[in-house]
């Protein structure tokens, strides 16, 4: 899952208007994306993304997410996307 990007277009039909809704870790919704569509609840934070033109749906991760790194020497490495 990618990092929230506000630029970003819908991967569909390249539309630049999103309606953006954050979802909490643990969050009932209604899950629109890449074909699925059932109730889900959030396995992390993630913000829910809808192309208005399309409907298309995708998640993105917020900006302070976690991330793993695997450096060659040093092994896994835990770091915030904006360190």
Known sequence: MELYNSWAKCPKC????IIDVFRHKGELFYDTSRD??????AEQDL???TCRNCSFSWHEL????????????????????TD
């Open 47 to 49: 913000i829910q993304r």
């Open 62 to 81: 917020p900006l302070d997410t976690r991330i793993r790194v695997v450096a060659p020497e040093q092994g896994e490495v835990n770091r915030s996307e």
């Open 36 to 41: 699925h569509h059932y109730n889900h609840f």
């Open 14 to 17: 390249g539309c630049e208007t």
